[in-house]
């Protein structure tokens, strides 16, 4: 993990460089939503203040220099109790089940003590947020945008501070299942809570990063983060052993839980509102983000992912995302919907802490160097040749301009207007030899 400032406080990424294995190739720097990648010297770098763990680069890089990092198997050892937290999309990766009750028994094979479904808190966040949304009518920002996808209300605060205050404000089913996990494993052992370790199976590294810098709370409920394609060949070494014969499980996840796994999920599983919108893919994401800091459409409520297919589409997941899709869909239809989540007061599941604007796209430190830097910026780019060719090792001109504005390039960093300018005085050291008579005594 990579020790970073960001909004104001220690920010880990899990979204890391391998400057060995980068061959400088620009692939990656204008497939950044932020913005956030550089290539100079020949070798990437990224912004830390800009990047939000999104994944993309690691998707595009085929060089694999761009990597996620999450906790090993071996992170187990430093607990005396340990509980693993499945996501719903987990159960997407693996062939011919009807329900989640083989993996369950498989996580505990493997090494675990206890496992607690994210899915059966993402049914309590289902409650909670039709009751927050039903209590507040009227009361709102509409829309109302999830936040269950760290990326999400992390794009906000960096791209779009306008639409803060539309963020669903409650904490995430993956920090309450590690709250809930651990008041359970406690009762059970009598072991104090911090000798009980909560690991989530994690399918994407924005997740990995949201647990050790968890959004709109102070409290870690989540101990680490166990990368879902690592565990896989352990699982299903373990679930081919397992074979037919399943314990009766108590407790598990509904219809609705696990279909926080795919897009839709969420917001088709609020029977308050109609007016709601999903999106996946963080082309789409962006898109929607546009629109929505203009118009609301007349919708209540917006449920984002910035993968495609959402959480089964995870850049740690294994299985291809649609197929995960489609899987999730047919067990669904095979589980009920359970009647009674265990818990629905909204208010002790809402943030206690805001997610502030993240001024790393600003221009300066204060309004004055900004106002300065911003005049000076739109004069730069006119003068760029608009070609957002991407070898200045910027995604584009104008991202280019607030790097030299910043201090941070050189404005003959940019090749094709040093080519100009190369060209430019070849040409006048011509007409200058021209009319002192040398050009020709150079040719004879
Ligand atoms: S895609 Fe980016 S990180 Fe990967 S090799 Fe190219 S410049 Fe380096
Ligand atoms: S993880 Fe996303 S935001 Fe961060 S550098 Fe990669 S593409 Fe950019
Ligand atoms: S959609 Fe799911 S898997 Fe993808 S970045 Fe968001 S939380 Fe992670």
Not at 66 to 92: G, Q
Request: charged share 25%.
């Amino acid at each position: 993990m990579s020790d970073n400032k960001n909004g104001g406080k220690n920010f880990l990424h899990s979204v890391t460089l391998d400057l060995d294995k980068c061959k400088g190739c620009i692939n990656c720097i204008k497939r950044c939503p932020t913005e956030a990648i550089r290539v100079r010297d020949g070798k990437a770098s990224i912004i830390s203040e800009l990047c939000i763990d999104c994944g993309q680069c690691i998707r595009v890089c085929q060089n694999k220099a761009k990597k996620a990092n999450y906790d090993d198997f071996s992170v187990l050892n430093n607990y005396e109790y340990t509980v693993a937290l499945p996501p719903p999309s987990l159960y997407a990766q693996f062939n011919n089940i009807e329900d989640q009750k083989i993996v369950l028994d498989a996580l505990k094979a493997v090494g675990f003590d206890d496992v607690f479904e994210v899915a059966v808190a993402a049914e309590i966040i289902t409650a909670a947020t039709e009751r927050y949304l039903i209590r507040n009518k009227g009361r709102l920002k509409y829309p109302v945008i999830s936040t269950a996808c760290p990326v999400v209300p992390r794009l906000i605060s960096v791209r779009y501070p306008d639409l803060l205050d539309n963020l669903l404000p409650l904490i995430t089913p993956v920090e309450l299942a590690g709250k809930m996990a651990r008041i359970r494993a406690s009762e059970k052992t009598g072991l104090p809570p911090e000798k009980i370790g909560c690991i989530f199976l994690t399918p994407c590294p924005a997740k990995v990063s949201a647990i050790h810098s968890p959004i709109g709370t102070e409290y870690k409920h989540v101990d680490a983060a166990i990368a879902i394609n690592e565990v896989y060949p352990l699982l299903l070494k373990e679930m081919k052993k397992l074979g037919a014969e399943m314990p009766e499980r108590q407790q598990l996840a509904g219809s609705v839980g696990l279909g926080w796994g795919i897009i839709g999920g969420e917001s088709t599983s609020l029977k308050s509102t109609d007016k709601h919108l999903a999106a996946d893919g963080i082309d789409n994401v962006i898109m929607v983000l546009e629109d929505l800091e203009n118009h609301r459409y007349g919708l209540e409520f917006v449920e984002l992912n910035a993968c495609s297919g959402g959480c089964v589409g995870g850049v740690l997941q294994v299985e291809n995302p649609y197929i995960a899709r489609a899987k999730v869909n047919k067990m669904k239809s095979n589980i009920k919907e359970n009647d009674e989540p265990l818990d629905d007061d909204y208010v002790k599941l809402m943030w206690d802490k805001e997610l502030n604007y993240n001024p790393a796209m600003e221009l300066g430190d204060t309004m004055q160097e900004s106002f300065e830097r911003f005049t000076r910026l739109q004069n730069l780019i006119e003068s760029l040749p608009g070609l957002d060719c991407g070898s200045c090792g910027a995604p584009t001109c104008a991202a280019f301009a607030e790097d030299v504005v910043k201090g941070n390039s050189e404005i003959m960093d940019c090749v094709v207007l040093l080519r100009r300018e190369t060209e430019e005085m070849y040409k006048r050291m011509e007409s200058s030899f021209d009319s002192v008579g040398l050009a020709n005594r150079f040719e004879e």
